[in-house]
Every structure is written in structure tokens, then in C-alpha cells.
């Protein structure tokens, strides 16, 4: 059984309320942080190695100590609930279950941080976890958790909770904050990044769901035992919203030290593929990662065994590696067409796509358009080229990292499975017959 910090107690009975939560060691990390100095809390969070859980594994400690100070200009923390990675549900399982740990997360990183007002920005989809934060919020009020000069630390907090309405880019962290100062959600160019020049203008930090609550369990365990879970720089411990074909979808916490084959056919975690099918091929982080091959997925290019951190889910780099990204696992089996799967995500982005920069609104719409000719038996041998080629002017030339993200699932399907491509140009009559099932996420 592997370790487990952020969902041991997700199951008691009634821990979403304060005061089982409280009973069960609820804000004691809170208590004990509230008594150490900002610096101090920013130091240990840089020992304990933990990396942003949203997707990009940005060191959160380095992150904190890039936050600018000038005087007299109030600093914000933020917390990007806008879950929206296909694939990607862990943060609202945690914010479900327990979400007195994102509370109490928020409470110590505000301390740290020095934001006095707290924004927590959060998928509009989510409508019934805003109710659930709510009410965890006037709690902690009740409690005197929030307020003013908490627990007689002259440090004063209070965290407000905004509904986005439902658009993807919204979740990239300067679409986040131009939504929340109530303009459209368009990317900014960075630099400047947000810790010097973000929320209104002011020093700001954006952190992941996950990476926020992971910072009670810092200060509960201490930072160096938490960095001594996992491997490397792959530390302490990581949801993971595991779908698709396996035979139980859900959300697990691993502790970095387990290999993925281990994830897939264990019965702790994913438990197999339903009817003893083979596994074709996997996209270990969100769709926005690039999708593996069986073969590289379990095994790296040197032959070694794949595990689930950071550094081995992209050993090789691009094409042979991947990315452990934000999580959201899912598996495909021998049924599974890629062209099919890989039009899919093009038509979300497409539709994603905030239109402020060409190489992504123009190429997202074309590749889609290519890509449905291909899956219908409408396609030419080279539209198979001129795809690559799209991406490839997509990928590195867009202002934020949805244009990369549009470009590399398209890529390594092209890459791993160009007899697939292949295929349904040579054969266009029974691509079009061809009507498989499609992983669900
Ligand atoms: P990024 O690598 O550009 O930035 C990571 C973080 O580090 C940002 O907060 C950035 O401000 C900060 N940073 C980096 N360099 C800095 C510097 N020099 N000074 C100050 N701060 C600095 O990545 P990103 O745009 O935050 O995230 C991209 C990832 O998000 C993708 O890899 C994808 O996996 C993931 N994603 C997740 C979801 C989801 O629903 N969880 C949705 C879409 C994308
Ligand atoms: Fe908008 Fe796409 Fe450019 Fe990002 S890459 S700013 S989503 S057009």
C-alpha cells in the first residue's frame, strides 16, 4: 500500500464538515504554521521538493520566493480550481471530499505569501463544489480560522470563491486572472509572470488545487519527510484521475515509487482492461500530453521499467517519451482507433482555442477539418504530411501553452501510429463503416 497524505482521511464519515474534520487533526498544520515565520514556511516548502500539481511541475517553493514585495502593493494568492484537462478530475474529488485541506492549504500559503484576500477561481461545471467550499469557508470563519488577526497571529484572511463560465483557456494561469478582474479570458504574454505582475497589476502566485492542500501534509510531516517519499525529484505524493479502458476508473493517490504497469494492472489502482483486451496506448497526463505505445509506455527507450514520476514519464524526451503533466490518465485498448481519439481532442482545442493568435486559431480549425476527412475516408495520403506540418508551425509559436497542446497529441499519434493514418486513407470505405468506441473522458 503506498502512502497516502492527501485522501487518508477523504472517507471519514463527515470529514467534509469542520468539525469532524477538526477532530481527525484538521488545522493543526495550520496552528503550527501560523507560529513560524513567511520565510520559514516558503523554506520548508522548498525543501520538501514539491512541483505545481496542475500540470507543468514548476518547483513550488522556487515559485513562492519569485513573488515580488513592494511596499505599500497588496500581494494575492490564487487557487486555480478551473479543472478542465480532459482526463483530469482529481482536484474535484479532493475539493469534494475534504475541502477543509484546501482550506487549510490556503490558510498557511496566504500566510506565506502575505495575501490578505484569496481567490479561489473555479470551473463553472463545478457549480455543486462552489456550495461545498462555501460552506467550509463560513466555517472556518466560525472557527476563527478566517477573519481577522487569525489565531492572534495579526494576520488577517479571507478567501473568495469565483465561478469561470465554462471555458478552458480560462484555466492557464494570466486567462485566469484577466477572467477574474472581469475581462475575456485571453492569454497575456509572459513575461512578466504573474509573481511580478499579476492580479490587478499586483505580485500574485497561481497554485494548483492539489499543490495547495499538499502544503498541510508539509507542514504536518515536516518537509524532509516528505521529500523522502518518491523518487528523485519526483516527491511526496500524487492524484491521479485514472479512465478510459481499465476496469476501475477512479482517483488514487500514488507516492511516486510505483511503476505504471503496476498503475494499470494492479487491483489497488486500475485493476486491468476489461475483458482481457491488450493495451494499445496511454496518454499518462491529461490530453494535452503527448498519447505512448504499449511499448514505450511500460518501458522507457533504455529498456528501463517506466515509473510514475516526473522525470521517468518523460524520460527520452519528445517522441519517446511523455509527460506525467496534471495527472489525468487515460488508457486506451486494442479497440481503440487513434485517428478517431486523436480527432477528438483536435475538435476541443479547436473549440478551446481563445483566437488571439494565428498559428493556433487558423491551425487548430485545420487540423480538426483534416483530421474528420482522415476518420471518414475522406483523406489523401498527403493530408497525412501536411498535418505534421501544421503542428509543427503550431508548436513554440503561440502565446500560451494551449497551441503546444493542440500540436503534440497530433504529433505522436502521427509518430507512433502512422499505419493507422495510413490505413484510413487506403481503405476509405471501411473507415467510414468503422464506428469504434472511443476511451471516455
Ligand atoms: P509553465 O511551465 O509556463 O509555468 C509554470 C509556472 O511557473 C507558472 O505559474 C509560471 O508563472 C511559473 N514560472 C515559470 N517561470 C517563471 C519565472 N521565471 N518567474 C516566475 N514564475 C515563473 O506552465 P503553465 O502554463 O503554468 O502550465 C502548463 C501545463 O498546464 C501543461 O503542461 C498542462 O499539463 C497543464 N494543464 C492543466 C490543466 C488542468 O486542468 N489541470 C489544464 C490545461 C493545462
Ligand atoms: Fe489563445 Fe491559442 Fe494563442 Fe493560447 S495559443 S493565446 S489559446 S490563440
Redesign the pocket.
Known amino acids: 500500500m503506498g502512502r497516502k497524505l492527501l485522501l487518508e482521511k477523504a472517507h471519514v464519515e463527515g470529514i467534509r464538515y469542520y468539525d469532524t474534520y477538526r477532530k481527525n487533526g484538521g488545522y493543526d498544520a495550520a496552528e503550527k504554521a501560523l507560529k513560524m515565520s513567511p520565510a520559514d514556511i516558503v523554506e520548508e516548502v522548498k525543501k520538501s521538493g514539491l512541483r505545481?500539481?496542475?500540470?507543468?511541475?514548476?518547483p513550488t517553493g522556487?515559485?513562492w520566493s519569485?513573488l515580488a514585495k513592494p511596499e505599500g502593493v497588496p500581494r494575492y494568492l490564487v487557487c486555480?480550481a478551473?479543472?478542465?484537462?480532459p482526463g483530469?478530475f482529481k482536484?474535484r474529488y479532493l475539493m469534494e471530499f475534504i475541502p477543509h485541506l484546501l482550506i487549510e492549504g490556503l490558510l498557511i500559503s496566504s500566510f506565506a505569501l502575505g495575501s490578505n484576500r484569496t481567490y479561489i477561481y473555479i470551473r463553472g461545471e463545478y457549480a455543486w463544489i462552489v456550495d461545498i467550499l462555501e460552506q467550509a469557508i463560513a466555517e472556518a470563519n466560525q472557527a476563527g480560522f478566517l477573519g481577522k488577526n487569525i489565531l492572534g497571529a495579526g494576520f488577517d484572511c479571507q478567501i473568495y470563491v469565483q465561478r469561470g463560465a465554462g471555458a478552458?483557456i480560462c484555466?492557464?494561469?494570466?486567462a485566469l486572472i484577466e477572467s477574474l478582474e472581469g475581462k475575456r479570458g485571453n492569454p497575456r504574454i509572459?513575461?512578466p509572470?504573474?509573481?511580478?505582475k499579476g492580479l490587478w497589476d499586483c505580485p500574485t502566485?497561481?497554485?494548483?488545487v492539489e499543490t495547495l492542500a499538499a502544503i498541510v501534509p508539509i507542514m504536518n510531516i515536516g518537509a524532509e519527510e516528505y521529500a523522502k517519499i518518491g523518487i528523485g525529484k519526483s516527491t511526496g505524493t500524487k492524484l491521479i484521475s485514472a479512465c478510459g479502458n481499465i476496469n476501475k476508473p477512479g482517483v488514487y493517490e500514488i507516492d511516486m515509487t510505483i511503476s505504471v504497469e503496476e498503475f494499470i494492472y494492479s487491483d489497488e489502482y486500475c485493476g486491468g482492461i476489461p475483458n482481457g483486451k491488450r493495451l494499445k496506448a496511454c496518454i499518462p497526463?491529461?490530453s494535452?500530453?503527448p498519447i505512448l505505445p504499449a511499448n514505450l509506455l511500460l518501458t522507457t527507450a533504455k529498456g528501463e521499467k517506466r515509473m510514475m514520476t516526473y522525470e521517468s514519464l518523460a524520460d527520452g524526451g519528445f517522441p519517446t517519451g511523455s509527460?506525467l503533466?496534471?495527472?489525468?490518465f487515460i488508457v486506451l485498448d486494442e479497440d481503440q482507433c487513434i485517428v478517431k481519439n486523436t480527432y477528438t481532442l483536435a475538435r476541443f482545442y479547436r473549440h478551446e482555442s481563445c483566437g488571439q493568435c494565428s498559428p493556433c486559431r487558423e491551425g487548430t480549425g485545420w487540423m480538426e477539418k483534416i483530421l474528420h476527412n482522415i476518420e471518414t475516408g475522406k483523406g489523401k495520403m498527403s493530408d497525412i504530411d501536411l498535418l505534421w506540418d501544421i503542428q509543427r508551425k503550431i508548436e513554440g509559436n503561440t502565446i500560451?501553452?494551449?497551441g503546444?497542446?493542440a500540436a503534440w497529441p497530433v504529433a505522436a499519434a502521427i509518430r507512433h501510429f502512422r499505419d493507422e493514418f495510413e490505413w484510413h486513407v487506403l481503405h476509405p470505405e471501411e473507415a467510414q463503416k468503422r464506428n469504434f468506441g472511443l476511451a471516455h473522458y
Open positions: 505545481g500539481r496542475g500540470g507543468a511541475g514548476f522556487m515559485k519569485f486555480n478551473d479543472e478542465s484537462e483530469t482536484d478552458y484555466g492557464e494561469e494570466t509572459k513575461p509572470f504573474p509573481a511580478i502566485v497561481v497554485n494548483n497526463g491529461g494535452s500530453v509527460m503533466g496534471s495527472g489525468g500560451c501553452p494551449l503546444d497542446a
